[in-house]
């Protein structure tokens, strides 16, 4: 019986071990297969940027309009997230410190940049600048999710 246990326990590992090889190959199969499909989404996402950039004015009305709807989708302007910078905490904490502004300071000394982002004080406030991008973002019809650039070369990191 105890020899019988060996024999399994060698079939088992060599099972696993298949097991495993062949979910290796299905995963190198299917990444190179998503490498494909994720490259050409991007190419066909870059173009459509592309078109759309070179064609901005007519297709949004000068600006008044942030989404175009084509037949086959829309394209979206939107801005992301604002992201606020700050050269040397130090010296802005004690600018804090000086007008009052302790609410935008932690208690671990550190600046409270949501708050601060907010600040109706923020541009006069040395060594701080607030940046903001514009995310083009494309959706495809018939239920698709929204999509952009950066997105689609994440999803292709991933594959390979």
Known sequence: MIA?????????TATTAMLEERIN?????????????????????KAVIAFVEKHRKE????????????PSGEVLFRLSPAT???????????IL????????IKTTETVIK??????????????VSV??????RVRPGQGGRELTVREIQKRLKQTV
Do not use: C, Y
């Not at 606020?84 to 004690?94: G, K, P, T, V």
């Not at 410190?97 to 935008?104: E, I, Y």
């Not at 940046?131 to 083009?136: A, D, L, R």
């Open 25 to 45: 190959v299905i995963k190198m199969e299917a990444a190179n297969e998503l490498e494909t499909v994720f490259q050409e989404m991007l190419a066909i996402t």
């Open 114 to 127: 949501k708050a601060l982002k907010d600040h109706p004080q923020l541009p006069t406030l040395p060594g």
């Open 84 to 94: 606020l910078s700050i050269l040397d905490e130090e010296a802005l904490l004690e």
């Open 4 to 12: 019988r246990i060996g024999i399994l326990d060698a079939q088992a």
């Open 131 to 136: 940046s903001q991008v514009e995310v083009v």
């Open 59 to 70: 297709l949004t009305d000068d600006g008044k309009r942030k989404t175009v709807i084509f």
């Open 97 to 104: 410190k000086s007008r009052g502004l302790t609410d935008l």
